[in-house]
């Protein structure tokens, strides 16, 4: 069973009694105010990463705090929010470094203070393998969901696609010393820059569908076509690949925009009387329209989704 298909079993189990609950980016509960927004994300050890990376990358558990709370900040900015408060979970082995522990703390630190969030609490439990998990709210006035997408709609991303899933090629198959290019790449794995005021605005001036690219480009708009009941045709030739990347992998590149993960971009569509408005945000492309029917296109061309998958694997 893949990672969407346990996810729709789970959300029919459950009684849904909120505004948004299983299967956008975060929940939401409507207030007085706007909304309240509720997200949770974990990484793990062997999973999302392995240790033998200190040795490449010796302030690797500092980048795990940093990505521990900016992956759950990409949902929040998705939904067009800000985030506000967090919990934590620890899962530690018996003998846990204490020096990496506090390592990861101070990267979470840090990314609290850029993105203004307050550590409230949490747990700590001994188990068999290392684990993180956090619980992130946030707070919007408008709401972006997956299933707004309507035809006749443009397609747009913000930021480039590809360079996390480059990084983390580097760091598995590549020795040092790293260039400067494949630093650059790197950091976009181990340190995601989401932008919730991005997504603040984009939600304030009337757009209505977005997602956060956590696991791939095609999936993420297969998940725009799925939950609105359309079509999206991308123009390839306009899908953002940044110069370190086409030169470090070629015509691989294109590749890992496509179907590599962890980018925690955002992709969107909107009415084109909004085209203006949205050509003026920092790093944008235009990349596609939005058309009657199902399903992905890529020069008019149907793809299947590729791309990460908890429970499928690579595809």
């Not at 530690?92 to 409230?120: C, D, M, P, T, W």
Request: proline share 3%; net charge negative; aromatic share 8%.
């Amino acid at each position: 069973m893949k990672e969407f298909e346990l996810i729709e079993k789970l959300s029919a189990v459950f009684p849904q009694k909120v505004d948004i609950g299983i299967g956008d980016d975060t929940a939401a509960v409507k207030t007085d105010s706007g909304y309240s927004l509720f997200t949770v994300d974990t990484i793990a050890v062997n999973t999302h990463y392995r240790r033998s990376w200190e040795k490449k990358f010796k302030k690797l558990y500092f980048s795990l705090g940093w990505k521990l709370l900016t992956i759950s900040v990409s949902d929040i900015a998705s939904m067009g929010g800000l985030p506000e408060l967090a919990l934590l979970s620890f899962c530690l082995e018996k003998n846990f470094s204490e020096e990496r522990i506090l390592e990861l703390s101070k990267g979470l630190s840090e990314a609290a203070r850029r993105y203004n969030v307050s550590i409230i609490g949490g747990d700590t439990v001994k188990g068999e393998s290392e684990v993180f998990s956090l619980t992130l709210t946030g707070k919007a006035f408008s709401l972006m969901r997956r299933d707004g997408a309507v035809s006749g709609d443009l397609v747009g991303v913000v930021g480039t696609c590809g360079d996390a899933a480059g990084g983390l090629y580097l760091l598995e198959k590549r020795d040092l010393p790293f260039s400067e290019e494949e630093e650059k790449i790197i950091r976009k794995f181990l340190f995601p820059e989401p932008s919730p005021e991005t997504g603040k605005f984009l939600a304030e001036i009337g757009v209505k569908c977005c997602i956060d690219n956590s696991d791939g480009l095609l999936i993420s708009l297969s998940l725009i076509a799925e939950k609105s009941g359309v079509a999206l045709n991308i123009d390839r030739s306009k899908i953002p690949v940044s110069k370190e990347l086409k030169s470090l992998f070629g015509e691989e590149a294109e590749k890992l925009a496509l179907t590599g993960g962890e980018d925690f971009n955002l992709i969107f569509t909107f009415p084109e009387n909004l085209k203006g408005k949205v050509e003026k945000i920092p790093s944008v492309s235009i990349i596609g329209r939005v058309e009657n029917g199902e399903g992905v296109y890529l020069n008019g061309r149907r793809v299947e989704p590729a791309g990460f998958d908890h429970f499928g694997g690579d595809k």
